[in-house]
């Protein structure tokens, strides 16, 4: 039985594993002892449980628990030397009226625990760094650090005895006593983050790690609660410096747009920073320029570029995005002679600010400013703009901390903006390019009405083209080169100009495609010699191109397409049909042929081509029925077509727009004269009195004489290489267009004859009589045609 009370009394009781431990019954006698006793003074518990305690004391000794408590007595050890130890009694309580002692015992030497606890106690109440106070559980004051943080020279001893809240209300709120009380009743310690103001320093918010601690004795009675708290203010406020220059290096430069970027300076820096952020840049720097390295006048033109004021603040901006700045006070214009920041701890608005900028002095006054810093954006040494920085909201003015993280952060930006300036530099030099080797104006044809639109803001590959053709025909383009810059813009001149080169050559739509694949495909001429890896003829590779060939008189439109979105047809009715077209290869990949698909269009139809797909099953439904509504209108403009479609697909996000609508119209009847003739030489007269007679028709007598000469040679020729009947056609439209077509694939060449060959000046006279002239080939042989101007134009 005696084993297992020792048993349990080692288990069970308080401070069992830290010391040794007796327990006293209300007659002294020993009811409990546990394994740290025996170890002290030797005894096993059989030969001391149920004993008087006054046997275990070297003299006569007061034996009352009571008359013990903390003190120092003699005690005999089991092996005969005597033992001073110090004694730590409490009560215990007990069933009914009785009453238990819990006696402690520590060796009374230098190194008892009580010297070590007053030791502790005394560095940490009058020498450490942390903010230490001892609250009873009423959370009055009992002891506390004089000299710790925040209450250095504001706190004096009188404190002892007062309520917490009483000595430090800027630092207990209801929040902080609610959780100090929690820890008084449920005897779990707590930590957590506060923000207060200290006695020594009432103005101003500090940030705390707070720890508290319940103060138990051996019982487990809760006397009071232990408050340890460590200004963390300079930590925290490091720590979202370095947070801020981070997120400054992620959202500050997303693109390369001057403007983007300003603005971005002025949402990280507000509110993180200041209350108020307002950037300017060089009125050069919006076009791409800037000036030399070095200060700059003060005369300097800035505009406004960024703006950002707190969340819950009535600040309107002074200047919108774009609008100049009138004019700085001269602690601004300082910046930019010497291109050092600014930190102005109190703004006054007085009278420069009100001569030089009155419409922000009057928004500053009004809002309440009263701290600022200005900091010149520099980059490679050029200034860019300045960043202006206001405190409102904020009652501490700017410090030298907050002027340095200003810098560092405008540095950034600058780097920034100098990219996008530079960007911005080559893309309007890449657009210009691109817009001086697109067409102007599109030439005058009768074959369709033509409305176009070219919105490209950052591509320099896209372009378009109305090219006419003989017979009255006329040829539309639209392609896209993936890229931009110079050289984007560079290779779709080679493109346009090799297409239009080709155009005149009049080949079918899908032999043209053929031919510009081929170019596409590698270097030629001058850079055969390099290879892929040098970049020679890479460029042009995966180009897509739709080229499409509408015919006045026969109201036919072929098309063939190299990996482009199809085109969308509009009949006069409203109906829309995408025909099918075979997709083919971009030029330079994959391998051809291209296909070609034909389609008779009535008057009034409109052919619609495009960079991006116009076919609305490639939409999502509401971008579909809006596409249809626009494009289906008989009543709208091409123009104003043209318009709603490019609104619609801004408003999709695209940035970059190529579109071609042409309406198809048709030549009359009498525009046109058709005679099919037998392959007769002697037929020759006939043909050129058609042709009289419907010149005569046509009241262009003044054109017979050339006619007749060009009838009579083109027929010849014919009747000389084919074999079958000839036809001769006549077309009254902008220009008089003869045309011989044979079933025969020679085609007569220009020659410059001697004075004493007989013959081959039939063309050299021809091409001397006409505007122009040219072969065409077709599936059964070829056509001649030769264009004269009408009197009109003579």
Not at 505 to 522: F, I, K, M, N, R
Not at 562 to 587: K, Q
Request: charge should be negative.
């Amino acid at each position: 039985m005696n084993a297992r009370k020792d048993t349990t009394a080692r288990r069970g009781g308080p401070d069992t594993d830290r010391g040794a431990r007796l327990v006293l019954d209300e007659q002294g006698l020993i009811a409990e002892w546990n394994q740290a006793a025996r170890e002290l003074l030797g005894y096993p518990a059989e030969e001391v449980l149920g004993r008087p305690v006054a046997r275990l004391l070297a003299r006569e000794q007061p034996a009352s628990p009571a008359a013990t408590a903390g003190a120092t007595v003699t005690a005999r050890h089991r092996d005969g030397h005597r033992l001073d130890i110090r004694a730590r009694v409490s009560a215990l309580p007990g069933e009914g009226a009785a009453v238990r002692w819990c006696v402690l015992l520590d060796p009374a030497d230098g190194t008892a625990a009580e010297v070590v606890d007053a030791a502790l106690l005394t560095a940490l109440l009058t020498e450490s760094p942390l903010g230490v106070q001892v609250l009873d559980p009423e959370l009055r004051v009992v002891r506390l650090n004089l000299a710790g943080p925040g209450l250095r020279g504001a706190v004096s001893q009188e404190a002892i005895g007062r309520r917490a809240r009483e000595v430090a209300p800027g630092m207990v709120d209801d929040e902080t006593e609610r959780r100090l009380r929690s820890v008084v009743e449920t005897g779990r310690p707590m930590t957590f983050g506060h923000v207060g103001r200290p006695p020594a320093d009432p103005d101003h918010d500090h940030s705390y790690d707070v720890s508290l601690l319940p103060l138990k004795d051996p019982t487990g009675t809760i006397h009071g609660v232990v408050v340890a708290s460590q200004d963390v203010t300079e930590r925290q406020q490091a720590q979202a410096r370095l947070n801020l220059l981070v997120e400054a290096g992620t959202r500050i430069g997303t693109t390369l747009d001057v403007m983007t970027t300003a603005e971005e300076l002025a949402e990280v820096t507000a509110p993180a920073l200041a209350d108020i952020a307002a950037v300017e840049v060089l009125d050069d720097v919006l076009t791409g320029e800037a000036p030399p390295p070095g200060p700059v006048s003060s005369e300097a033109l800035l505009r406004r570029a960024g703006f950002r004021a707190a969340a819950g603040l009535d600040a309107t901006p002074a200047y919108s995005p774009g609008e100049v700045i009138p004019g700085y006070p001269p602690s601004f214009t300082a910046c930019l002679a010497d291109l050092q920041p600014r930190l102005i701890r109190e703004l006054r608005v007085d009278h420069e600010w009100l001569v030089h900028d009155p419409r922000r002095a009057e928004l500053l006054r009004r809002a309440g400013a009263h701290s600022t810093m200005v900091v010149p954006l520099t980059a490679r040494g050029v200034v860019l703009g300045l960043a202006s920085f206001y405190r409102i909201q904020t009652p501490d003015p700017f410090e030298e901390d907050d002027l340095a993280l200003a810098v560092e952060i405008g540095a950034r930006a600058a780097v920034c903006l100098d990219n996008a300036r530079q960007y911005t530099r080559q893309r309007s030099a890449a657009l210009t390019l691109q817009r001086s080797l697109l067409p102007q104006t599109v030439p005058v044809q009768n074959a369709v009405e033509v409305a176009w639109r070219h919105e490209s803001t950052r591509g320099s590959g896209d372009w378009f083209d109305v090219i006419p053709l003989s017979g009255a025909r006329v040829a539309l383009v639209v392609g896209h080169l993936v890229g931009h810059g110079m050289q984007a813009a560079a290779d779709m001149g080679r493109l346009r100009t090799a297409i239009n080169t080709l155009a005149a050559q009049d080949p079918t739509p899908d032999e043209l495609l053929a031919q510009l694949h081929d170019l596409a495909s590698g270097p030629t001429g001058e850079h055969a010699h390099l290879t892929d890896d040098d970049g020679a003829g890479a460029h042009l590779a995966g180009v897509t191109c739709v080229y499409a060939i509408y015919d006045p008189i026969s109201r036919r439109c072929t098309f063939a397409r190299a990996g482009h979105p199809a085109p969308v047809i509009v009949y006069p009715n409203g109906s829309l049909e995408v025909p099918g077209v075979p997709a083919g290869p971009p030029l330079g990949s994959d391998h051809p042929p291209y296909e070609t698909t034909e389609v008779e269009l009535p008057v009034g139809s409109t052919i619609a081509l495009s960079t991006s797909s116009l076919a609305p099953s490639d939409h999502p439904p509401e971008g579909s029925a809006r596409l249809r509504r626009i494009l289906g209108n008989p009543h709208r403009s091409l123009k104003d077509t043209c318009d709603a479609i490019v609104r619609e697909r801004q408003d999709r996000g695209e940035e970059s727009t190529v579109l071609l609508l042409a309406r198809t119209q048709s030549l009359r009847a009498d525009q046109v004269s058709t005679w099919t003739l037998p392959n007769d030489p002697a037929l020759v007269t006939t043909a050129r009195t058609l042709a009289v007679r419907q010149l005569a028709h046509w009241d262009l007598q003044e054109l017979e004489f050339p006619t007749e000469l060009i009838v009579s040679e083109l027929v010849t020729n014919a009747i000389r290489y084919a074999t079958g009947p000839i036809q001769l056609r006549l077309i009254h439209d902008l220009t008089l267009i003869c045309e011989v077509t044979d079933d025969s694939s020679t085609a007569p060449h220009l020659r410059h004859a001697y004075e004493t060959d007989e013959g081959g000046r039939g063309l050299f006279l021809i091409a001397q009589l006409t505007r122009r002239w040219g072969t065409r080939y077709t599936a059964r042989g070829k056509t001649i045609w030769a264009e004269q101007a009408l009197p009109s134009e003579l």
